[in-house]
């Protein structure tokens, strides 16, 4: 499965968005961290960027939290990722510590 939603990330911009390999970790992390995520990302109004944000940090979330093991593998991956969400004006670590500490 890991292979298959590292597959699905824009290889240009470093973004995932809502797909069937990506829906899928919404079971794995429970729906009330994903509605977490997903409530704080839609305060931003970020517009069309919205679900690519949502699914980028859901992605990143998930390869910390349970992969980390193999994190050295996707290093460039989340890198790639983590850039495109500053673009965006979020910064992954402060996102993630502001929902769930």
Do not use: H, P
């Amino acid at each position: 499965m890991i292979k298959w939603i590292i597959l699905s990330q824009d290889i240009i911009e470093g973004f995932w968005d809502k797909n069937t390999n990506t829906e899928r970790l919404v079971d794995i992390i429970t729906l009330d961290k994903f509605k977490k995520i997903e409530g704080n990302v839609i305060s931003f109004n970020k517009g069309k960027n919205e679900n690519k944000i949502i699914y980028t940090i859901l992605v990143i979330y998930y390869l910390k939290t349970k992969c980390n093991k193999d994190l050295d593998k996707y290093k460039l991956v989340i890198n790639k990722a983590e850039k495109f969400l500053q673009k965006n004006g979020i910064n992954y670590e402060d996102f993630i510590k502001n929902i769930f500490d």
